[in-house]
């Protein structure tokens, strides 16, 4: 643990550094080709920093901050897109803004301010998942399967709203919030779209949507163009997600991880079309239903499609052997000062 403790910090060390390299010199070159083949070796190298970590915990950390998203915003920046453009005013804005998922909240908008009291309450229900692994040998496979599933979506909230904490008290600016309680969502359109994880969708829209959209509308109507820009960024983010599993489990792909984004894809899409049509726009359907019929959807196919393949590498497993491992590391290494 120790030794995995000191490479992980050795790696961010070099990420820092080779993303300085983008703020001191890729910046200066005209944003276009050549910008982004200035870029590219920077992305690579990111790329390949998860593969050397065992730790489960370290390794996606890296994947989810570096290898995705930091490189995201880096081929964005090439075109002058994304949240680094205009180009942050110092080298440690920029650095915060590649490396970890955050955004810089440009307008305000007070429905989207979550209750500083939630923040507790998730940290105790989280203590209360991890109690229960001491207990999991008397679980089905399915109630095991649905602990997993409020593990994983705690502790990436939590880390997550820590990160977004200790930015807003080094950097002083109002953040985008990095999730919008994605269990109170009423649609698809409005889980994936404004509420789960929105620094994806904040990415995937200028990278795939707007131009895929903008070329599809010389080739159809307006309304038809949209479908597909919403249907090829499930696609991609299909993609993506299947080389982040790759990357994590060093097996080869299934196709279930795919096939989950692409099905989801596909509902969304005929939710949005659904919804422009004169029946549907009289019809209401009370928030508690759709909140209900949403989320019991999101959580059927993860369960079907997603979870299995995390399951199968035992990837489930050694997220809870770790997380308890984690915890011990932090009382021992807390007490030793005392």
Same mark, same amino acid.
């Given at each position: 643990? =120790?030794?995995?403790?000191?490479?992980?910090?050795?790696?961010? +060390?070099?990420?820092?550094?080779?993303?300085?390299?983008? $703020? $001191?010199?890729?910046?200066?070159?005209?944003?276009?080709?050549?910008?982004?083949?200035?870029?590219? @070796?920077?992305?690579?190298?990111?790329?390949?920093?998860?593969?050397? &970590?065992?730790?489960?915990?370290?390794?996606?950390?890296?994947?989810?901050?570096?290898?995705?998203?930091?490189? /995201?915003?880096? #081929?964005?920046?090439? &075109?002058?897109?994304?949240?680094?453009?205009?180009? @942050?005013?110092? #080298?440690?804005?920029?650095?915060?803004?590649?490396?970890?998922?955050?955004?810089?909240?440009?307008?305000?908008?007070?429905?989207?301010?979550?209750?500083?009291?939630? !923040?507790?309450?998730?940290?105790?229900?989280?203590?209360?998942?991890?109690?229960?692994?001491? *207990?999991?040998? $008397?679980?089905?496979?399915?109630?095991?399967?649905?602990? *997993?599933?409020?593990?994983?979506?705690?502790?990436?909230?939590?880390?997550?709203?820590?990160?977004?904490?200790?930015?807003?008290?080094?950097?002083?600016?109002?953040?985008?919030?990095?999730?919008?309680?994605?269990?109170?969502?009423?649609?698809?359109?409005?889980?994936?779209?404004?509420?789960?994880?929105?620094?994806?969708?904040?990415?995937?829209?200028?990278?795939? *949507?707007?131009?895929?959209?903008?070329?599809?509308?010389?080739?159809?109507?307006?309304?038809?163009?949209?479908?597909?820009?919403?249907?090829?960024?499930? +696609?991609?983010?299909?993609?993506?997600?299947?080389?982040?599993?790759?990357?994590?489990? !060093?097996?080869?792909?299934?196709?279930?991880? %795919?096939?989950?984004?692409?099905?989801?894809?596909?509902?969304?899409?005929?939710?949005?079309? +659904?919804?422009?049509? =004169?029946? +549907?726009?009289?019809?209401?359907?009370?928030?508690?239903?759709?909140?209900?019929?949403?989320?019991?959807?999101?959580?059927?196919?993860?369960?079907?499609?997603?979870?299995?393949?995390? /399951?199968?590498? =035992?990837?489930?497993?050694?997220?809870?052997?770790? %997380?308890?491992?984690?915890?011990?590391?932090?009382?021992?290494? &807390? *007490?030793?000062?005392?």
């Amino acid at each position: 643990m =120790d030794g995995e403790v000191i490479g992980f910090i050795i790696v961010w +060390v070099l990420a820092v550094i080779s993303v300085s390299y983008c $703020y $001191y010199i890729s910046s200066r070159i005209k944003a276009g080709v050549f910008r982004l083949i200035s870029v590219v @070796p920077v992305c690579a190298f990111l790329q390949v920093l998860p593969l050397f &970590f065992t730790s489960l915990h370290l390794s996606s950390c890296l994947a989810v901050f570096l290898s995705c998203l930091a490189n /995201a915003k880096l #081929i964005l920046f090439s &075109f002058d897109q994304g949240s680094l453009f205009p180009l @942050p005013s110092n #080298i440690f804005r920029f650095i915060c803004f590649t490396c970890l998922p955050i955004k810089a909240q440009q307008t305000p908008n007070p429905k989207n301010q979550i209750p500083k009291w939630l !923040f507790p309450i998730k940290v105790a229900i989280f203590a209360v998942v991890l109690h229960m692994y001491d *207990y999991k040998q $008397y679980m089905s496979p399915v109630v095991l399967l649905v602990l *997993y599933v409020f593990h994983v979506y705690l502790e990436l909230d939590i880390t997550l709203m820590l990160v977004k904490l200790f930015v807003f008290i080094t950097l002083g600016c109002d953040l985008e919030p990095q999730a919008n309680e994605p269990y109170l969502a009423t649609s698809l359109q409005d889980f994936w779209g404004r509420r789960w994880n929105l620094m994806v969708p904040a990415i995937l829209r200028p990278a795939i *949507y707007i131009p895929v959209r903008q070329f599809c509308r010389g080739l159809m109507s307006s309304d038809w163009a949209t479908l597909l820009a919403v249907l090829a960024t499930f +696609v991609a983010s299909g993609v993506a997600h299947e080389v982040f599993f790759l990357t994590l489990t !060093f097996e080869m792909p299934t196709g279930e991880v %795919a096939c989950f984004f692409v099905l989801h894809g596909v509902c969304t899409t005929v939710e949005v079309a +659904v919804k422009r049509t =004169d029946f +549907v726009r009289r019809w209401r359907v009370s928030p508690a239903v759709s909140r209900l019929l949403t989320v019991g959807f999101v959580v059927v196919t993860s369960g079907w499609l997603l979870f299995p393949t995390l /399951a199968r590498s =035992d990837m489930l497993e050694k997220l809870a052997n770790e %997380a308890l491992l984690s915890i011990d590391f932090v009382k021992r290494t &807390f *007490y030793s000062f005392w």
